[in-house]
């Protein structure tokens, strides 16, 4: 009976979780172990107060459409990290899906995560998925983290991960347990080894992964490094067991560096998984501005048959006067041209309402869309009572650039194409004003 009732319990939590992968979210948390403990001040300095990230995608048809939007905000008073994640709807107005929140502790002036707390939002309201909470030991390293899954008000223990450490704080192993479906307990599912240099507690020399099976150990894959003087990675082969004693080829990769630290290429050879033979080997060249800031990530290809190196793909990088990252764009090579595939961008201040549900009884101004655009976007608001509105565009001066809406408005959805073909690229802020209601939004074109 007792087994049923968690099955039951389970297939509810798997109904519910949607795009929610607790496995993926569990492995992910424990993979920023490296970055506690840490002070109070150094945490703020780490994390931004608030800021927005929108990811996009290119469609040669429309231009850009929106996939995601992240917003954070961090509260210094309670130390606590809100991440909140949009994605369009049908009507591509951003909608909640999900969000997380972080909560820390301050123990002798270290700032250490004490719980965090992953929710989906559904028809009803914001409902609690997983929690996943941190023990440390006196010397303030993480030593456990368990992800709890939530049903109607039940937790249950989906996942653990258990580490140990050097003399000098760097992990040596992680054992992780997760939850068998079939027999309902948590068991051993993974296993990594940290090894360094015996008269280098800092030079980590290999990291070797271990799955559970058939109650023992089996390797699956082992990283093998060297390193320069300020530890950064020269060279790096990574090898598939093949047996228990035998492994196999899979890259090798090398990496160049400008004064120790600047990292200007990497060369990435590949070997068939299945005969250990070479397969293809590509190359990334990195570009740096003045504050040594990444500022170009170009992929090459090598043609063996013609001896020579192919652009096939980049990334470029823009960065505010504070060096914080303002845009990322990403592009793919064909024949010699150049064509937009993904962009981000990041904001600092808010552009959007925290809740974009709309209400048919309330006031609201949505999102432009496409944003950014290029030259034209479309700019919807709703409006419940009778009223006279203006619509207007102000550059970033607060000089008025166009008026769109000026009359008499009955209740309604409105819709308003703006043009921007006659002005220069930056960011703009329009803004809805009908009876006493005043809302603003800024929007990006980028020519």
Known sequence: MYKKVLLLFILFSISILGN????????????????????????????????????????????????HLYVKSYDETNHELTNYQY??????????????IDNYNVVQGFLLPSLSTTYKYSDTGWVKMAVVDYTFDTDFRMVQSRMYLISGGTMMLFGQADLTYNSINNVLLEVVKMLNFQTLMLEYSSKTEYNYNPNDPNDLTSIIKYKYENESWVGEQKNTYTRNAAYQILTELEELYVTTDSLQMSRYQVSQYFGDTILV????????????????RSKNVYTYNMNYKCV????QEYIEEYDVWVDTYRTNYSYDSQNRMTHELSESNLLGVWSNVFQIIYYYTPTTVEDEIINVNNYSL???YP????????????????????????????????????????????????????????????QLKVNNYVSSKKMLLIK
């Open 265 to 280: 290429s990497l060369d990435i050879t590949n070997y068939d998984e299945e005969t250990g033979q070479y397969s293809s």
């Open 366 to 368: 949505s999102n432009n």
């Open 87 to 100: 994605v369009p709807d049908s009507v591509l107005i951003w909608k909640y899906r999900q969000k997380t």
């Open 20 to 67: 929610f992968d607790p496995a993926k979210e569990f492995s992910k948390i424990r993979s920023n172990i490296s970055k506690y403990p840490t002070t109070s001040e150094k945490l703020k300095s780490q994390i931004e107060p608030y800021s927005e990230v929108l990811s996009q995608s290119w469609n040669s048809g429309i231009g850009w459409e929106n996939n």
């Open 296 to 299: 170009s990530d170009l992929s």
């Open 371 to 430: 944003n950014p655009f290029n030259p034209s976007t479309t700019i919807k608001f709703n409006i419940p009572t009778e009223g006279f509105v203006t619509l207007k565009v102000y550059d970033m001066l607060g000089r008025e650039v166009v008026t769109l809406v000026n009359e008499n408005k009955s209740v309604g959805e409105y819709s308003y194409n703006f043009n921007a073909a006659h002005l220069a690229s930056g960011m703009y802020i329009y």
